[in-house]
């Protein structure tokens, strides 16, 4: 049996902006949609709001808690097996519908280059997958030491749009402030349903806390850097094409590729393309770590079918996680990006105000256990440092498309809860871990 090598401070940081950000790609339709100004604040303000507080409360948690299955354990010590498990499961669904996003983003960044029919997509999607899969099955360093090149790569083409569009600055890049067609007011909602969209994922990592160096440590300062890199990855390229070429109406769905075209050349617009690539790339690779880290922990706990425990003997990983975890993904791949992403917002926002009732639970329950990270402020601070996500979280709930499938997505928790517990032989309750 080979002992499984664990992540690095430098591959955990890499890994946690390859689950949260993977480059600028996907904010092009914030700028056209609410205007260049408004869309510039929100890629500045959203980090504030949304991502430095699931962050805090991952590194709290994860720091204090580093235990496999991250937000599933911390739910399932605060609240008990039922909520533990529908957590999981929530989340579970939203690691399938985003991934599965990545690869549609995939073909459709390749349509840039050459034109694909139905047939030869799902070809892409399954080779995109399972060479992901064989990477993951490898273990989280190798991961991890993928990702970090790949995204060393993607950026690349990044760093020299920035400098070409500061050099040939031509225009305020905040005018105009909003979409002339709508009113502030809308131009801003519709902002911030595509950040909550960009700004996420920062806790898809902790389900891999065993895994980590000294979690303790790394957790907090991985996240200390990754938050600011990725806000700093979103709004300096969109700032620089802005003031360097304008034309903010034309932004669409991979118009970094033209504006790099514009401004750099055919060669810097297909680097760009090849970086969109790669970018989708490195965040199914990251993600598929959670993907196939939860049903584990669930099965360790037996609230989920034993096969799901079974580990690669080489590498020590869940190997047929990964297999089964792949399958589903293939099939969701096929699935259009609003589907996706409807039931990818809703599943995140309930699990991101799981880990904030688990903070604030925890805390009661264990206020004698050591914290190597905490929140200042006691419990006045992280309701000051939550009340803006969760205002957020209730405004996208609102505005969410695809009710129905949000409903679903929802109510196959507690039909499946049900389901394992009357067929499944082993199921039961279970003590939660002690801290």
């Known amino acids: 049996m080979t002992t499984a090598k664990k992540a690095t401070l430098l591959q955990m940081v890499f890994l946690i902006y390859g689950a949260a950000c993977g480059g600028a790609f996907g904010l092009e339709e914030m700028v056209s949609g609410s205007g ?21 409360a991952c590194s709290e948690l994860a720091s204090t808690f580093p235990l496999e299955g991250g937000y599933y354990q ?46 030869e997509q799902l070809l892409v999607s399954i080779g995109l997958i399972w060479s992901m899969t064989y990477l993951n099955i490898r273990g989280i360093k190798s991961v991890g030491d993928s990702s970090t090149w790949m995204t060393i790569l993607l950026l690349l083409p990044f760093v020299i749009l920035i400098a070409l569009g500061l050099y040939h600055w031509q225009g305020n890049p905040f005018i105009p402030f909003n979409q002339p067609e709508k009113s502030t007011i809308t131009s ?114 037996n609230l989920f079918p034993r096969f799901f425990q079974k580990l690669s003997p080489k590498y020590q990983t869940p190997v047929l996680s990964l297999v089964f975890g792949s399958v589903v993904l293939t099939i969701l791949s096929i699935a259009s990006l609003s589907q996706l992403i409807t039931m990818y917002s809703v599943t995140q926002m309930i699990g991101y105000l799981i880990i904030y009732a688990s903070l604030w639970k925890l805390r009661t329950m264990y206020p004698n256990v050591a914290r190597p990270f905490t929140i200042a402020g006691g419990k006045l601070g992280i309701l000051l440092l939550l009340i803006p996500s969760v205002c957020i979280a209730i405004f996208s709930f609102v505005k969410i498309d695809h009710a129905l499938i949000g409903i679903l997505a929802v109510a196959s928790g507690p039909l499946t809860y049900i389901l394992f517990k009357i067929f499944m032989p082993n199921f039961k309750n279970t003590n939660a871990p002690a801290p």
């Open 36 to 56: 260049p100004g408004i869309a510039l604040i929100t890629l500045a303000i959203m980090p504030f709001l949304w991502s430095i507080p699931i962050s805090l």
């Open 74 to 119: 911390w739910a399932r010590m605060a609240f008990g097996d039922r909520v533990g498990y529908l957590t999981a499961w929530w989340t579970w669904l939203g690691i399938f519908a985003t991934n599965a996003t990545f690869v549609v983003m995939f073909n459709s960044y390749l349509g840039h280059w050459i034109h694909l029919s139905f047939i």
């Open 188 to 301: 801003f909602a519709d902002a911030i349903m595509i950040g909550v969209w960009l700004y996420s994922g920062y806790d898809k990592i902790t389900v891999s806390a065993e895994e980590v160096e000294n979690p303790k440590r790394n957790f907090p300062l991985a996240f200390g850097i990754a938050v600011p890199f990725v806000a700093v990855s979103y709004f300096l390229p969109t700032f620089a094409a802005l003031a360097g070429h304008g034309h903010w109406q034309d932004w669409h769905d991979g118009y970094f590729s033209d504006v790099a075209t514009i401004l750099g050349g055919p060669l810097l617009g297909g680097a760009m393309t090849g970086a969109a690539l790669l970018s989708n790339m490195v965040l199914l690779n990251t993600t598929m770590l959670a993907q196939s880290r939860l049903p584990m922990a669930l099965s360790k706990n």
